[in-house]
């Protein structure tokens, strides 16, 4: 993909594994150009059973995943993580917006996958997985929305996934073992699919993240990025951020159709402060 003439430029991996206890690991891998200036960024956000959520995060080198045929292997000794993907379900893309000011492209690479996650100073996570790929050819801000819905739900019978951009007008996409499902009525705890007689669950029984998280990864960015706080607006900058861990029950016409984790998020654009 040919970069943009957009000063703005962002490719973003995002990689995770839940074991069947619950406990989850999150990656992130990325770099982002703005005018002449490139950062890179490398995060992992751990979660125990009985610990809650940490995080760490660096802005040096970077090491990106690799992919090969059915399998991504992502090594970076240097920040103490090792992780690998062996994929189970057909991968799903989708452009999530494009205009005169540039593009957003979302591929997901492997909706559910067979994971093994392993942290240096911490456990190993071995379970079902999950790794996308965003590239954004536009500063996020100029994306007309007012709250944006992301989750994966997987268990060994069904997987979910759901994006929404709610507002402006709103643009959902979901799709259910990778078949795309129009009419979906999402919420924090909850997913409806009218169409196909499907509901599911979420208790929202772990939190990894509610925070400005935003506003502290630009705070980071300064240093690197002179004056880049300056360009982002309020609304943005300051977006409330809910990132949970959940485990879900789907349901078929009110019948248990299968159990599973789920990770999904919501950023709210409205409620700035």
């Known amino acids: 993909m040919s970069k943009s003439h957009n000063n703005f430029y962002l490719t973003k991996w995002y990689l995770d594994c839940i074991d069947e206890q619950g406990n989850a690991a999150i990656g992130y891998a990325a770099s982002m150009r703005w005018r002449s200036l490139e950062v890179p960024y490398t995060s992992l956000l751990l979660f125990e059973e009985g610990k809650g959520a940490s995080e760490r995060s660096r802005f040096q080198e970077l090491n990106w995943p690799s992919q090969m045929g059915d399998q991504i292997i992502w090594e970076d000794s240097s920040f103490g993580i090792s992780g690998w993907w062996e994929s189970d379900a057909p991968p799903l893309t989708a452009r999530l917006y494009h205009s005169d000011n540039g593009f957003l492209d979302w591929q997901c690479f492997q909706p559910r996958s067979n994971a093994l996650f392993d942290i240096a100073d911490g456990p190993a996570i071995k379970g079902l997985g999950y790794a996308e790929r965003l590239v954004l050819a536009v500063e996020p801000w100029k994306i007309p929305m007012e709250q944006l819905r992301w989750g994966r739900y997987l268990s060994e019978k069904d997987y979910l996934i759901w994006i929404e951009l709610r507002?402006?007008?709103?643009?959902?996409?979901?799709?259910?073992?990778?078949?795309?499902?129009?009419?979906?009525?999402?919420?924090?705890?909850?997913?409806?699919?009218?169409?196909?007689?499907?509901?599911?669950?979420?208790?929202?029984?772990?939190?990894?993240?509610?925070?400005?998280?935003?506003?502290?990864?630009?705070?980071?960015?300064?240093?690197?990025?002179?004056?880049?706080?300056?360009?982002?607006?309020?609304?943005?900058?300051?977006?409330?951020?809910?990132?949970?861990?959940?485990?879900?029950?789907?349901?078929?016409?009110?019948?248990?159709?299968?159990?599973?984790?789920?990770?999904?998020?919501?950023?709210?654009?409205?409620?700035?402060?």
């Open 167 to 273: 507002g402006g007008p709103t643009r959902q996409w979901v799709w259910y073992n990778g078949v795309p499902v129009e009419g979906a009525a999402i919420e924090d705890d909850a997913l409806h699919l009218p169409q196909l007689g499907l509901h599911l669950q979420l208790d929202q029984s772990g939190s990894l993240e509610a925070e400005k998280k935003i506003f502290n990864v630009v705070r980071s960015l300064v240093s690197f990025l002179p004056g880049f706080n300056r360009i982002v607006p309020r609304f943005f900058l300051y977006a409330n951020e809910h990132k949970w861990r959940s485990w879900g029950r789907l349901l078929k016409q009110g019948e248990p159709q299968s159990e599973g984790w789920a990770v999904h998020e919501l950023a709210d654009f409205t409620r700035a402060e």
